[in-house]
């Protein structure tokens, strides 16, 4: 299968940037679209950002025109560039991976990596 390592968290202040990694490995190949989601405490899951395997992208409306989505198809790694931060862009950032394996679907998720955002 896929298996996901998100990088990138971390303290920042209201207004500044941050980019989220995310590593993959396993059967990579087999991996059709590839996402953004993140949680904030007391809330549900939610989708930030999407790429597809034919290179479009979908984003949450909180976050269109803030943040970009990019998928290095060599390197096996997908990013989400953060810009002009909010104190409500807080949460667990977790990355996934839908996959199709001999006809079975597969979603695979990583870690998460913690974003604080401070006003």
């Known amino acids: 299968q896929v298996q996901l390592v998100e990088s990138g968290g971390a303290l920042v202040q209201a207004g500044e940037s941050l980019r989220l990694s995310c590593a993959a490995s396993?059967?990579?190949?087999?991996?059709?679209?590839m996402g953004w989601y993140r949680q904030a405490p007391g809330k549900q899951r939610e989708l930030v950002a999407a790429?597809?395997?034919?290179?479009?992208?979908n984003y949450a409306d909180s976050v269109k025109g803030r943040f970009t989505i990019s998928r290095d198809n060599a390197k096996h790694t997908l990013y989400l560039q953060m810009n002009s931060l909010k104190p409500e862009d807080t949460a667990v950032y977790y990355c996934?991976?839908?996959?199709?394996?001999?006809?079975?679907?597969?979603?695979?998720w990583g870690q998460g990596t913690q974003v604080t955002v401070s006003s």
């Open positions: 996934n991976a839908d996959s199709v394996l001999a006809g079975t679907p597969f979603s695979s």
């Open positions: 396993g059967i990579v190949k087999s991996i059709n679209v």
């Open positions: 790429v597809f395997s034919t290179g479009s992208t």
